[in-house]
């Protein structure tokens, strides 16, 4: 847990997985949020659709959930791609965005990865200019499992 202090406030990021007790409201959080993917990460979620190794990230203020990303072996590319781990599903609350909060939550899904061995993490979305700000390198367009084209970004640990 990374406790983040803001104007009287405390930001913590989580990484959680089944049996955590705000496991069921991430679930009914993403399943609710404005961003249609949501729904992908809370069925998932409710199928318990992870390895042991994997993890959901929540980030929290006085334990409402602002934003969530996953931390998972594969996301939407084609299973013949080698590529692997990725960091998806980063959604921001809209009154939050600007805060931060993705940054913070995928720095803990970094350190995540380095102590976990990965010496690289993934990333594919269709947003310009947001990821290299974090420490990406866009590698490519590729088609996903959705049948449309996404940048794919690999961020280096070291």
Same mark, same amino acid.
């Given at each position: 847990?990374?406790?983040?202090?803001?104007?009287?406030?405390?930001?913590?990021?989580?990484?959680?997985?089944?049996?955590?007790?705000?496991?069921?409201?991430?679930?009914?959080?993403?399943?609710?949020?404005?961003?249609?993917?949501?729904?992908?990460?809370?069925?998932?979620?409710?199928?318990?659709?992870?390895?042991?190794?994997?993890?959901?990230?929540?980030?929290?203020?006085?334990?409402?959930?602002?934003?969530?990303?996953?931390?998972?072996?594969?996301?939407?590319?084609?299973?013949?791609?080698?590529?692997?781990?990725?960091?998806?599903?980063?959604?921001?609350?809209?009154?939050?965005?600007?805060?931060?909060?993705?940054?913070?939550?995928?720095?803990?899904?970094?350190? +995540?990865?380095?102590?976990?061995?990965?010496?690289?993490? +993934?990333?594919?979305?269709?947003?310009?200019?947001?990821?290299?700000?974090?420490?990406?390198?866009?590698?490519?367009?590729?088609?996903?499992?959705?049948?449309?084209?996404?940048?794919?970004?690999?961020?280096?640990?070291?």
């Amino acid at each position: 847990m990374i406790v983040f202090l803001r104007k009287g406030t405390s930001m913590e990021i989580l990484l959680i997985q089944k049996g955590y007790p705000l496991w069921d409201k991430t679930i009914s959080y993403a399943q609710n949020c404005s961003w249609n993917a949501g729904s992908f990460l809370a069925d998932k979620m409710k199928r318990n659709d992870f390895f042991d190794w994997e993890r959901v990230i929540i980030a929290t203020e006085q334990e409402r959930i602002i934003g969530f990303c996953s931390f998972t072996e594969k996301d939407a590319l084609p299973e013949y791609y080698d590529f692997k781990p990725f960091i998806g599903f980063v959604f921001v609350d809209e009154n939050r965005r600007g805060n931060r909060v993705s940054e913070r939550m995928i720095d803990q899904a970094v350190r +995540y990865a380095e102590k976990t061995g990965f010496s690289k993490v +993934y990333l594919t979305s269709d947003e310009r200019g947001l990821y290299e700000k974090y420490g990406f390198e866009k590698i490519g367009d590729y088609e996903t499992i959705h049948g449309t084209k996404e940048q794919l970004f690999q961020r280096n640990i070291i």
